[in-house]
């Protein structure tokens, strides 16, 4: 589009400050070559403003929105979770309740006729029966006692329902 054409379109729409439609109307009136553009242009959008404007089909509106209904049931609602992370996590608690079973079995005083004549053992370990670390190690207890039985209903609901993943 040449400079004429833009001037005229502004000019046409409105889009021109009112010093700019004098000067544009002054051109209009005095120069030949404007007058016949904007005859031509003002034919062109009286053209088109009568023109009826197309419409698709209601069939089309409705493929249309069947075809997006149908992409956004192909995404997955939930995240999909690395199985790793949660088999690490597991582990680590495994571990950690592994240890603390050991730790009580050896702190459980056996009487002598339980326990072999030549056993030795002598470890030391430490006393938590005070406050704080007591409160700790049943508040760790009671933590894995709870997520043991989570992961335990999760198991058997996979189990009872081979749908739910």
Not at 19 to 27: A, D, K, N, P, Y
Not at 42 to 59: C, G, I, R, T, Y
């Amino acid at each position: 589009m040449n400079s004429i054409e833009e001037i005229l379109w502004n000019y046409i729409d409105g889009n021109c400050s009112p010093e700019e439609q004098r000067i544009v109307s002054t051109l209009i009136a005095e120069d030949e070559s404007y007058r016949l553009k904007y005859q031509e242009l003002v034919a062109l959008s009286n053209n088109l403003s009568e023109m009826e404007l197309d419409e698709p089909s209601m069939a089309f509106t409705y493929n249309v929105m069947e075809g997006i209904r149908a992409e956004h049931a192909l995404v997955p609602l939930k995240a999909r979770v690395n199985k790793r992370i949660i088999m690490g996590i597991a582990l680590f608690f495994s571990i950690t309740l592994l240890a603390l079973l050991v730790f009580i079995l050896l702190n459980v005083k056996l009487p002598a006729h339980i326990l072999p004549a030549n056993s030795s053992l002598n470890f030391k370990i430490p006393d938590i029966n005070s406050g704080k670390e007591k409160m700790i190690v049943q508040a760790f207890i009671f933590f894995d006692v709870v997520l043991g039985l989570y992961l335990l209903d999760g198991f058997l609901r996979r189990k009872a329902d081979p749908k739910q993943a």
